[in-house]
T-cell receptor
Framework: NAGVMQNPRHLVRRRGQEARLRCSPMKGHSHVYWYRQLPEEGLKFMVYLQKENIIDESGMPKERFSAEFPKEGPSILRIQQVVRGDSAAYFC?????????????FGSGTRLTVV | QKEVEQNSGPLSVPEGAIASLNCTYSDRGSQSFFWYRQYSGKSPELIMFIYSNGDKEDGRFTAQLNKASQYVSLLIRDSQPSDSATYLCAVSGSSNTGKLIFGQGTTLQVKP
């Protein structure tokens, strides 16, 4: 019974490159959330998706960041033209229903380093 | 004012003592409250959730909620060195869309 799977665990990108972070939710979970944790800071909400729908993207930067959760396959967080300030841990979480009922299960995260 | 506030610590307690972690929130309409534990370099792990005023106990952990005071706390009894971690308080917004607002976390150190 695999948990939330994120890959890669570590990702190094040069400034200006693209970063693609993948998240496969727990079996039976249809709600996916992405959070970012900057060094020495708390978790910041980025986006909430259900299959083929973005429900809440209020935490997504207006430029360079996008997310999708297609009908088939993992959810993808895409960062175009990365800058040093994008270096952070990116966590994906999933839930079976709305978070008020079940809470989140987080994946192991992707540590993005921009050099 | 931050939406969810925690004392960053570190909070240091001796082994076997009770550790008390506190959290306040600003949105009076918040409905669900969570405590996560995060070890250094690891992902957050859900340890408690509470929806109603009062206390909720699970093993050595007790979550306390006071909606009138907009205050949530976590008590850890018989603290162990393995409890040393950062504890994150999380609150769902009044719209309950699935978004959680996290505090900055309190670092707990349990000394043998």
């Amino acid at each position: 019974n695999a948990g939330v799977m994120q890959n890669p665990r570590h990702l190094v990108r040069r400034r200006g490159q693209e970063a693609r972070l993948r998240c496969s939710p727990m079996k039976g979970h249809s709600h996916v959330y992405w959070y970012r944790q900057l060094p020495e800071e708390g978790l910041k909400f980025m986006v909430y998706l259900q299959k083929e729908n973005i429900i809440d993207e209020s935490g997504m930067p207006k430029e360079r960041f996008s997310a999708e959760f297609p009908k088939e396959g993992p959810s993808i967080l895409r960062i175009q033209q990365v800058v040093r300030g994008d270096s952070a841990a990116y966590f994906c979480a999933s839930s079976q229903g709305t978070v008020g009922s079940y809470g989140y299960t987080f994946g192991s995260g992707t540590r993005l380093t921009v050099v | 004012q931050k939406e969810v506030e925690q004392n960053s610590g570190p909070l240091s307690v001796p082994e076997g003592a009770i550790a008390s972690l506190n959290c306040t929130y600003s949105d009076r309409g918040s409905q669900s409250f969570f405590w996560y534990r995060q070890y250094s370099g690891k992902s957050p792990e859900l340890i408690m959730f509470i929806y109603s005023n009062g206390d909720k106990e699970d093993g050595r952990f007790t979550a306390q909620l006071n909606k009138a005071s907009q205050y949530v706390s976590l008590l850890i009894r018989d603290s162990q060195p393995s409890d040393s971690a950062t504890y994150l308080c999380a609150v769902s917004g009044s719209s309950n869309t699935g978004k959680l607002i996290f505090g900055q976390g309190t670092t707990l150190q349990v000394k043998p």
